[in-house]
């Protein structure tokens, strides 16, 4: 490991934290100035947004023929934004889930955990599955926007939020942009580390190109914890999840049919969906996730990683 290597994880990790403080600032701008739910915000412009590290790793892994480092990163990254992010946003601030997310929107997250099951006994991911993936995707973004707009058209909220939405857009935009290149600096350095040790292939998408992938949503969910916008906390953890199996799976897999290898089936897509569940069953009986329900979900996550070795 050299200088450089410090340096570039440094700057990468910098960019990260200064970047989510900016699109959680902006996200919050927005979703006041369009009456919109701050939950929405953070489902769409903050998970999607934090998600593009994972959808240009995804694509470039498929393309160069490593499928299970573009398999393992998304199922990965679902993991560990639930176990792992979630759990150290909880330990930043205990998030109160009753006021944080619609129960609606974990539901299309499980459900499209639940769905991989069928492409992946199939052992690929092939572009009608992928085509399907992004029409669902598609739907789902038309029915939760048409929701926000119909629930701030009841509580008479719409007509009264109005504003000029440049300035947050520019912040978001510009935490993104920070965010984005940061997250390639971390990823492209551990890589190179976890080939030099020898680990296997999928280990490496499934933990360390995942988690480096899931830093975006790391720096935001945190800085959203710290500044008390659970919703937009929660938001970017079901929108990305959302937006990893529906869009970034499927678009790959429409430009770029995956071969799917059996352990994703046998032990890391069935770790996904159970996550999944617990975060749904969490969310539709109210509890507020405290820090040590943070602790207990973070060590779930590193118990994962040890078995994922096998």
Excluded: H
Aim: neutral net charge.
């Amino acid at each position: 490991m050299t200088p450089m290597d410090f340096a570039g994880f440094a700057a990468g990790l910098g960019g990260l934290f200064i970047g989510g403080e900016l699109l959680v600032r902006g996200s919050a701008a927005l979703a006041a100035k369009l009456g919109l739910p701050p939950f929405l915000i953070g489902l769409t412009v903050v998970g999607f947004g934090t998600s593009m590290p994972e959808l240009l790793v995804s694509l470039d892994a498929a393309l160069k023929g490593l499928p299970e480092i573009a398999i393992g990163n998304v199922v990965g990254s679902n993991i560990s934004n639930i176990l792992l992010i979630i759990g150290l946003a909880a330990l930043v601030r205990p998030i109160g889930l009753a006021q944080a997310a619609p129960v609606r929107d974990t539901v299309v997250m499980t459900a499209a955990a639940l769905l991989l099951f069928l492409p992946f006994s199939q052992g690929m991911v092939g572009r009608a599955a992928g085509a399907a993936q992004c029409a669902g995707l598609a739907g789902y973004l038309v029915w939760a926007y048409r929701s926000a707009r119909d629930g701030a058209g009841d509580a008479g909220t719409g007509a009264e939020a109005t504003g000029d939405v440049r300035w947050p857009l520019l912040w978001a935009a510009a935490g993104l942009a920070l965010m984005v290149p940061g997250a390639r600096l971390l990823v492209d350095g551990a890589v190179v580390i976890a080939q030099g040790l020898g680990l296997p292939e999928a280990y490496i998408g499934l933990t360390v190109v995942a988690v480096g992938t899931s830093l975006p949503e790391l720096a935001a969910s945190i800085v959203a914890a710290y500044r008390r916008q659970p919703d937009i906390a929660l938001g970017n953890i079901v929108g990305s999840n959302i937006f990893n199996v529906l869009g970034i799976l499927g678009l790959t897999a429409v430009i770029m049919p995956v071969p799917v290898d059996r352990r994703f089936l046998v032990f890391d897509l069935p770790v996904m969906a159970a996550a999944s569940i617990l975060l749904m069953l969490v969310l539709l009986r109210g509890q507020r996730l405290g820090r040590r329900g943070g602790l207990c979900l973070i060590a779930g996550f590193a118990v994962y990683v040890w078995s994922a070795q096998g």
